[in-house]
Nanobody
Framework: QVQLMESGGGLVQAGGSLRLSCAAS????????MGWYRQAPGKERELVAA???????YYLDSVKGRFTISRDKAKNTLYLQMNSLKPEDTAMYYC??????????????WGQGTQVTVSS
């Protein structure tokens, strides 16, 4: 089992920045890919960014050039640096990790989420 704990959400004005963190514990040796999802009220959950064990990355088109996913293996921590935030980025953000191949689908472990609110 893997436990995930997000932090770093909050309220920010449009154009501002936030950095989300996700600390992992447990059987992390089995993890292949890590990602950040978000879900806004009334909308489906979507994958925002992901990073695989070989450091390949994926970004949702709407966040390309603004968000950066990274990880610190020594600290077992995943990050999401979010710059130039827009009101439409407002959502609950979830950290997720998976053991299987690929990084777009099939996540096994989820955090509780951290709220990001961007005011206009």
């Amino acid at each position: 089992q893997v436990q995930l704990m997000e932090s770093g959400g909050g309220l920010v004005q449009a154009g501002g920045s936030l950095r989300l963190s996700c600390a992992a514990s447990g059987d992390i040796r089995s993890i292949n890919a890590m990602g950040w999802y978000r879900q806004a009220p009334g909308k489906e959950r979507e994958l925002v960014a992901a990073i695989s064990s070989d450091s390949s990355t994926y970004y949702l088109d709407s966040v390309k050039g603004r968000f950066t996913i990274s990880r610190d293996k020594a600290k077992n921590t995943l990050y999401l640096q979010m710059n130039s935030l827009k009101p439409e980025d407002t959502a609950m953000y979830y950290c997720a990790q998976k053991t299987g191949w690929g990084m777009v689908h099939g996540y096994d472990y989820w955090g509780q989420g951290t709220q990001v609110t961007v005011s206009s």
